[in-house]
């Protein structure tokens, strides 16, 4: 049957092959250019594994969300501070939207946005309602793991003091880095009797694990455009991330790479000191 259908195949395509030989040029060329343009029509219109990201929300963990702060700490004398740690976030399109060529090329010429793979941002999977939840979890993961971190940088026993962090409708672990340093600026400053901040407005990303050390999150380029654009001078970055985050730094941001949170604490003194400190 194999070798019948084959032949007949073969002489079909003769016959198509005898009568585009009789057409004119022209008319050949556009007989056979139909089935081509269909492809590509098919290719424009089908949906691609791609999500269009865009800088997002930023939010001062020193401050009020929704009307409550977002650090409360018992058990041990806090501060007034002045200045503000903004964490800054992504805004993507979600896990079930529909993503065309077209609009790709778009987004992919506009410094504003960032064209990215589906699973570098829902690595989990899942509709959306999954991975909303799964995001949520993890955000509540990394504020627990920025108190252990902060206490543990402060040598306070987290049996006596307590934190309790609002911020929990922002999905993700990548504002770890700025929990930890809202939670030291609250309870102890600059060490010196001084903001953390020096008064500025400082922004950045970073997750953080119990021991310090700061990882990579990915969407930094996008999270320094929404850092300058709510009024940050400075912006505190996984030091591996350096270079993404350089590729599209708005003017006036300063970019501090930092490995772990006693980095991120002593460049920040060095800035209210005038001190040098590292760069990208």
């Known amino acids: 049957m194999v070798g019948r259908g084959g032949g007949g195949g073969a002489r079909y395509i003769d016959r198509v092959l005898s009568r585009l030989t009789r057409l004119p040029r022209p008319a050949a060329l556009a007989v056979c250019a139909v089935p081509v343009l269909g492809l590509f029509a098919v290719a424009a219109f089908a949906p691609l594994p791609f999500v269009i990201a865009q800088p997002g929300l930023t ?58 793979p589906k699973e570098a941002v829902y690595p989990s999977g899942g509709s959306d309602k999954e991975i909303e939840a799964h995001n949520l979890e993890q955000m509540a993961a990394s504020q627990s793991t920025a108190t252990q971190a902060a206490l543990g940088f402060l040598h306070k026993d987290p049996k006596d003091v ?20 809202g939670i030291i600026d609250k ?17 950045g990303t970073g997750t953080i694990s119990a021991d310090g050390k700061v990882g990579a999150v990915g969407g930094v380029a996008l999270k320094t455009q929404a850092a300058q654009r709510d009024g940050a001078s400075v912006f505190l970055v996984p030091e591996a991330e350096c270079s993404d985050a350089q590729s599209e730094l708005p003017e006036g941001l300063r970019l501090v790479p930092v490995s772990s949170l006693t980095d991120a604490v002593q460049a920040l003194r060095a800035l209210t000191r005038g001190e040098p400190v590292p760069s990208c």
């Open 162 to 181: 307590k934190v309790q962090l609002n911020l929990a409708d922002v999905g993700g672990p990548s504002a770890g880095l700025l929990f930890s340093l």
């Open 59 to 116: 939010a001062d963990v020193l401050g009020d969300r929704d009307g409550k702060p977002v650090i409360t700490v018992t058990g041990a004398p806090t501060r007034q501070t002045t200045g503000q740690l903004r964490m800054t976030t992504i805004q993507a399109t979600g896990p079930s939207t529909t993503v065309t060529l077209p609009e790709l090329v778009d987004d992919w010429f506009d410094s504003t946005r960032a064209v990215m």
């Open 187 to 203: 309870l102890d400053g600059d060490g010196s009797g001084g903001d953390l901040t020096g008064g500025r407005t400082i922004a």
